[in-house]
C-alpha cells in the first residue's frame, strides 16, 4: 500500500470525520460564546455591580513610559475566559446529559424481535417436511 492509499484509508474513516466536523463547529459555538459573554452577559452584570466594565480591569505594574507600553495584568479579561469556559462547560454538560438519558431509555425499552425473512420461513418449511419424510 502506497502512501497515498494510506493516507486516504486514514483520512476517510469515519471518526476523523466527524472529529473534524466537530472542531468546526465547536470552534463556531465557541464564538458564539465568547460574544454571548462580551456582549450580552458581562454589560449588565457591570452595570449591576456599579458600571464596572469588566474587560478593563486591569493592574498596572509599571506605567507606560515613552515609547515602553504599559506591563499591565488584565484579569478582567480573564474573568470574561472564566465566564465563557463555565457557560460552554454547561452546555457540553448538559448535551452529554442529554444524549445519556437518551441512551438509557432506549437501553429501557424491550427490543422487539425481528420478523423472520422470506428465506427463513422457506428453510424452516424445508426443515418440516424433511422431519415429516423421515
Known amino acids: 500500500m ?64 515613552g515609547t515602553v507600553p504599559a506591563v499591565t495584568v488584565k484579569y478582567g479579561l480573564f474573568l470574561n475566559a472564566m465566564i465563557s469556559f463555565t457557560i460552554v462547560a454547561f452546555a457540553v454538560f448538559m448535551l452529554i446529559r442529554g444524549i445519556n438519558a437518551l441512551q438509557k431509555k432506549e437501553a429501557a425499552q424491550p427490543s422487539v424481535p425481528a420478523l423472520p425473512s422470506k428465506e427463513e420461513l422457506l428453510l424452516t418449511e424445508i426443515r418440516d417436511l424433511l422431519k415429516r419424510n423421515n
Request: charged letters at 15%; aromatic letters at 8%.
Open 2 to 65: 502506497n502512501i497515498v492509499q494510506e493516507f486516504k484509508a486514514f483520512a476517510l474513516r469515519g471518526n476523523i470525520i466527524d472529529m473534524a466536523v466537530g472542531i468546526i463547529i465547536g470552534a463556531g459555538f465557541g464564538k458564539i460564546v465568547d460574544s454571548a459573554v462580551k456582549d450580552v452577559l458581562m454589560p449588565p452584570l457591570g452595570f449591576i455591580v456599579g458600571g464596572i466594565d469588566f474587560s478593563n480591569l486591569e493592574i498596572v505594574l509599571r506605567q507606560a513610559a
